[in-house]
């Protein structure tokens, strides 16, 4: 597995927070995410799908959506594994997890980032 970036992101896409692991996509992507999300009904959602060469896993949690973004042929099973692996990790440590509880808690939730993944690969994912 090699995820480039993880965002987390309001239900429309507007990026929260960011940590680019690899730096081999740009950021920008997220708007392409965001379009997609946001063009389609939510009964043609799925977790996993790819524009352009660059291939997007996410999951929702509460108000929040985690995006695993990657444009190498990486296990996205595994991706979807560590998203909701940090999610119980930042529930372990605020209670639960909200866009607000994310905004006040800012560096963190950049430190747990950097623990449980390491360029782009999962390390420890317990809190």
Do not use: W
């Given at each position: 597995?090699?995820?480039?970036?993880?965002f987390?992101?309001?239900?429309?896409?507007?990026?929260?927070?960011?940590k680019?692991?690899?730096?081999?996509?740009?950021?920008?992507?997220?708007?392409?995410?965001?379009?997609?999300?946001?063009?389609?009904?939510?009964?043609?959602?799925?977790?996993?799908?790819?524009?352009?060469?660059?291939?997007y896993?996410?999951?929702?949690?509460?108000?929040?959506?985690l995006?695993?973004?990657?444009?190498?042929?990486?296990n996205?099973?595994?991706?979807?594994?560590?998203?909701?692996?940090?999610?119980?990790?930042?529930?372990d440590?605020?209670?639960?997890?909200?866009?607000?509880s994310?905004?006040d808690?800012?560096?963190v939730?950049?430190?747990?980032?950097d623990?449980?993944?390491?360029f782009?690969?999962?390390?420890?994912?317990?809190?």
């Amino acid at each position: 597995m090699a995820c480039s970036i993880i965002f987390i992101t309001d239900l429309k896409g507007k990026v929260i927070v960011a940590k680019n692991y690899r730096g081999d996509i740009p950021e920008k992507c997220i708007e392409q995410f965001s379009q997609h999300i946001q063009e389609k009904d939510e009964m043609e959602l799925r977790p996993v799908f790819t524009l352009e060469g660059i291939t997007y896993t996410y999951i929702k949690c509460s108000n929040l959506l985690l995006v695993g973004v990657t444009k190498r042929n990486s296990n996205v099973a595994l991706i979807l594994f560590f998203l909701y692996k940090l999610t119980q990790v930042f529930k372990d440590y605020f209670g639960e997890l909200e866009e607000e509880s994310i905004r006040d808690n800012f560096v963190v939730i950049y430190e747990l980032m950097d623990e449980c993944m390491d360029f782009g690969y999962p390390q420890t994912c317990e809190s």
